[in-house]
């Protein structure tokens, strides 16, 4: 019983992480960039902090500005 409840847990996590995997970039048009080359790829630099494409991890420096030319 316990092992069938974990197997499904298990499941759905993997589950739910494909669909969040394979999401159209249309659909994360409003979240930061996993990182600068993908940022780049799409012609986006200097990224200001109160940009939705913004994330800390994108800024090396802390100034506020992600993925500098």
Same mark, same amino acid.
């Given at each position: 019983m316990i092992r069938?409840?974990?197997?499904g847990m298990l499941l759905?996590? *993997?589950? $739910?992480?494909?669909?969040?995997?394979g999401a159209s970039p249309i659909a994360n048009a409003q979240q930061p960039y996993r990182n600068c080359s993908e940022a780049r790829a799409n012609g986006d630099t200097n990224i200001p902090y109160d $940009?939705?494409?913004?994330?800390?991890? *994108?800024?090396?420096d802390n100034d506020g500005v992600g993925c500098e030319s």
């Open positions: 069938n409840i974990i197997r759905a996590t *993997l589950v $739910s992480a494909g669909f969040a995997a $940009s939705p494409h913004y994330g800390p991890h *994108l800024d090396r």
